[in-house]
């Protein structure tokens, strides 16, 4: 390839070099196995040990102790949206949302399929620019939990100030910006995340869950939809996705390397743009509008020409999205912006 192409794409997205070279050395032959690892039992030595050093390697990186669980499920942060009203939202209870984009809004769909839901805030009259004050959300000794987004790819959005709240456990999906900065995760009673932005490759889930909470998930739904079956079989309860947790497990340990998250968030902050509300821009998302939709296109065109792939906005929204996420090479960054400073002064 004569020149290098830079991979801005919101998801699946880039993996670090050393993380892809470590996978294309092992790849045909995991530890002296002879298997592939795609081939390898998700009941064999080696499979389980990678199974736990990424469960160990999740709570350490993130700050966790040993009353979390951490799961590695199919299905997707989508299939969560459903799964978790199905745990822990019982009949007596009610389920409170923040609405803030379009993963938000499936999220609420699905609970309001399960029951009684509520939208405590949202961002939804200024089409999504900003992420709605989260310091008077009001819950009760009956709100099952509070459900937010932590970060939004589409409209560029990002929760920088979480609400203390004591009385009603706190569930995030933290798909696109999870390990990306220091922060109190403890504070959360569950996490979920597709590995697919900022942990991996697409095809497995992350779900960690305090065991207090699980220990209050219904028990009257199908047991391939508990939560609490995954944890008692330490993911292994049906066959996992193999490879998508190896890579999680060699993500993990990049992150380790590079000195965790105070590190990642030094490196994440150098970059920190935005066209939304200031105080919601996201560091994993930079979303921005040209004056017009055909030099949108003229821009596009050009970044492809120069080696910038995945610009494109969501479908829903049109403009230009930048996805920065943890593995895009600091010099990427650096060569997008020197083109969007020429791009500038030629039009």
Request: with cysteine; hydrophobic share 35%; aromatic share 10%.
């Amino acid at each position: 390839m004569s020149k290098e192409i830079y991979n801005f794409n919101p998801g699946p997205s880039v993996i670090s070099d050393e993380v892809l070279r470590k996978i294309k050395d092992e790849f045909l032959d995991y530890d002296g196995t002879g298997l592939p690892i795609v081939s390898i039992s998700h009941r064999s030595k080696e499979f389980i040990e990678i199974n736990e050093t990424a469960a160990k390697l999740m709570k350490e990186v993130l700050g966790l102790g040993d009353n979390y669980h951490v799961l590695f499920l199919g299905g997707g942060a989508s299939t969560q949206f459903a799964l978790v009203p199905m745990n822990f939202l019982h009949e007596t209870q009610t389920a409170v949302y923040v609405d803030t984009g379009a993963w938000s809004q499936k999220a609420i769909l699905e609970s309001k399929n399960i029951g009684q839901t509520i939208v405590a805030a949202s961002s939804e009259d200024k089409n999504y620019c900003y992420i709605p004050s989260l310091d008077n959300i009001k819950t009760d000794k009956n709100s099952a939990y509070l459900h937010l987004t932590s970060n939004n790819t589409i409209f560029g959005t990002q929760i920088h100030d979480y609400p203390k709240i004591s009385d009603t456990p706190i569930i995030c999906d933290m798909s696109s910006d999870i390990a990306s900065r220091q922060m109190d995760y403890s504070q959360f009673k569950m996490i979920y995340a597709g590995a697919q932005k900022n942990l991996g490759a697409a095809g497995v889930t992350v779900a960690i869950i305090r065991d207090d909470f699980l220990q209050t998930a219904r028990e009257n739904i199908p047991v391939m939809f508990k939560y609490k079956t995954h944890a008692e079989k330490n993911s292994l309860y049906n066959t996992p996705p193999v490879f998508s947790i190896y890579t999680v497990k060699l993500v993990l340990e990049w992150i380790k390397s590079l000195g965790g998250l105070s590190e990642m968030e030094k490196i994440n902050e150098n970059f920190y743009k935005g066209t939304a509300e200031t105080d919601s821009r996201s560091w994993m998302n930079i979303t921005f509008r040209l004056a017009s939709e055909d030099l949108e296109k003229k821009f596009l065109t050009e970044a492809t020409e120069y080696g910038f792939v995945g610009l494109k906005g969501h479908r829903s929204v049109g403009g230009i999205r930048v996805s920065l996420y943890n593995a895009l090479p600091l010099l990427g960054a650096e060569k997008l912006a020197d083109f969007m400073t020429t791009f500038k002064r030629n039009n």
